[in-house]
């Protein structure tokens, strides 16, 4: 997977690996920024470092997508961030289609702003093709039931899936159970409503 997808901005580039005494090592970008999981250790994000959060993981997302391939295990401690920033260009957002769900106004606030932090999707241990999908089933706690259910035939939006729950969490609505009534609750469109942000974006969530 590391060498097919190649270069891209919002995923976290794969240099080489090699054997060395039975074990193999892989060389990839450094991201001094560390993880989203321990960034929130710290606090969580307000909503205008959500919205850079979410399109930089969609434009990898994307970007992952279109090779036919999905991740299959996103969860903050799979995203990575880098402090020098990377010039997303206009033609990067503007690529978004007129259906994206609300996304318009999130790209267009984002065009005209300096983002301090790019983000990246890391781990691709669990990335499969969608036309011969071979499934290990990541963390619990952020893929959909039907993953859980062996139903494999949108696997697309298993990542979308994982990419909203996520967004849940680090914004506050964490933590996120393994299983029980509220795991099921999530699953149903149940999802609580932060206080700390806007209407708008607590429909885009859930």
């Known amino acids: 997977a590391h060498a097919v997808l190649g270069k891209h901005d919002n995923v976290v580039r794969y240099y080489s690996a090699w054997a060395e005494d039975d074990h193999m ?6 991201c001094d920024g560390g993880s989203l999981h321990a960034r929130i250790q710290e606090h969580c994000l307000s909503e205008s470092d959500l919205k850079i959060l979410l399109m930089h993981v ?33 033609g990067g957002c503007a690529s978004a289609s007129k259906d994206d769900d609300g996304m318009d106004s999130v790209y267009e606030e984002l065009r005209s702003s300096e983002n301090l932090v790019t983000y990246k999707i890391g781990d691709l241990g669990h990335v499969t093709s969608v036309n011969e999908p071979y499934v290990e089933e990541g963390d619990c706690r952020y893929l959909p039931k039907e993953i859980l259910q062996e139903d494999y035939s949108n696997l697309f939006k298993a990542d979308i899936f994982s990419l909203g729950i996520t967004l849940f969490e680090v914004a506050g609505g964490g933590p996120l159970p393994k299983n029980g009534p509220e795991w099921h609750r999530l699953r149903s469109g149940e999802v609580p409503t932060i206080p700390t942000l806007s209407k708008d974006f607590n429909e885009l969530i859930a």
């Open 58 to 90: 969609i434009e990898g997302l994307r970007y992952i997508h279109s090779n036919d391939l999905v991740h299959m295990d996103i969860k903050p401690e799979n995203i990575f961030s880098t402090m020098n920033p990377t010039a997303h260009k206009n």
């Open 25 to 30: 090592l892989i060389q990839n970008e450094f």
